[in-house]
């Protein structure tokens, strides 16, 4: 079992920036694929960025390109989530969540665990 914690969310003006992090426990966290994904009100939950065990792939949304950066720190077991040039539809709930098999990490059905989100606002 691996339990994850998010956290770094708030209220931020369009434009602005926040850094989300994620601490997991509980397992070997260099052996999990981290994914961010994130659900806003009456929407389906989309993913946002990835990162392989070691870091050497990510993957993000087009929406996010260039705007998110997704790294981690394996020594700190803690995933994070670079958003600049916040804009107001990136509002939502944002959830990390832990994989441990190889398969396409743009699908939220392929991860094993899940944080319980950490709430984004960003104002216009």
């Known amino acids: 079992q691996v339990y994850m914690v998010e956290s770094g969310g708030g209220l931020v003006e369009a434009g602005g920036s926040l850094r989300l992090s994620c601490a997991a426990s509980?397992?070997?966290?260099?052996?999990?694929?981290m994914g961010w994904f994130r659900q806003a009100p009456g929407k389906e939950r989309e993913f946002v960025a990835a990162?392989?065990?070691?870091?050497?792939?990510?993957y993000y949304a087009d929406s996010m390109k260039g705007r998110f950066t997704i790294y981690r720190d394996n020594a700190q077991n803690t995933v994070y989530l670079q958003m600049n040039s916040l804009k107001p539809e990136d509002t939502a709930v944002y959830y990390c969540?832990?994989?441990?098999?190889?398969?396409?990490?743009?699908?939220?059905?392929?991860?094993?665990?899940w944080g319980q989100g950490t709430q984004v606002t960003v104002s216009s």
């Open positions: 990162i392989t065990r070691i870091g050497n792939s990510k």
């Open positions: 509980g397992g070997t966290f260099s052996m999990y694929t």
């Open positions: 969540a832990a994989e441990r098999s190889p398969s396409d990490p743009r699908f939220s059905y392929g991860y094993d665990y």
